[in-house]
């Protein structure tokens, strides 16, 4: 079995177990699903979570975002990490949208990672969850971790794994990588102590602990 044989055969065996799993984080609405990605930046999800019930009862589009006080949107921000940073990231982007896209997200990758504080990682993962369109592989720490557990890439780079992925699958299934395996490293491959006697593909995985 070569590692597009292997690769389609771990998502088969992972599709009943996450195919109906939801993003991680709360939205609405294509632009509050871009900001909220963009605050959950080496932060939890559940405290993007807490902090976009309020931003957003508030502050609902990326209008109201645009127009707001900045001292107020930073005292909303302020239990995230970086919260200024990422106040200004916010509101810039939400101000682009405004005057750009009619206060739109954009379904071009090109366009979206031009926005401030928006990366590819993000890019392609608002594109998925937003419209169904997959751009790309989402690469976050648990898609690094299982891709190298599993053989696929010997790269650190996000950018560079998400290049050794892409060729193993069709691209129908990119959203699918990225959605199954985030869920697997958090709830079976965690980083501190993998589960392989209950995984569902260890006998796929060259790491797995016999």
């Given amino acids: 079995m070569n590692d597009q044989q292997r690769a389609l055969e771990i998502l088969q ?41 309020e931003l957003y009862s508030k502050f609902p589009d990326a209008a109201a975002i645009a127009s707001a006080d900045p001292a107020e949107l930073e005292t909303i921000l302020r239990p995230l990490s970086f919260f200024r940073n990422k106040t200004k990231n916010i509101q810039a982007t939400s101000k682009m949208l405004v005057e750009q896209f009619d206060g739109l997200v954009p379904q071009d990758i090109n366009q ?71 869920y697997h490293g958090r709830n079976v491959c965690n980083a501190k102590k993998p589960g392989c006697s209950t995984c569902t593909v260890a006998d796929l995985c060259p790491a797995a602990v016999k």
């Fill in 13 to 53: 065996r992972l599709k009943p177990l996450y195919s109906d799993s939801p993003c991680p984080l709360n939205y609405e609405t294509p632009v509050q699903l871009l900001l909220a990605v963009i605050m959950a930046a080496q932060c939890t999800d559940e405290r993007v979570n807490q902090v976009t019930a």
């Fill in 112 to 182: 979206l990672v031009k926005l401030p504080g928006v990366a590819r990682k993000t890019a392609t993962m608002v594109l998925h969850y937003a419209y169904g369109i997959d751009a790309g592989i989402t690469v976050d720490t648990h898609v690094k971790r299982l891709s190298s557990r599993m053989g696929f890439t010997q790269q650190t780079d996000l950018d560079k794994i998400e290049k050794d992925l892409m060729p193993l699958l069709p691209q129908s299934e990119w959203g699918n990588c990225f959605v199954f395996l985030t």
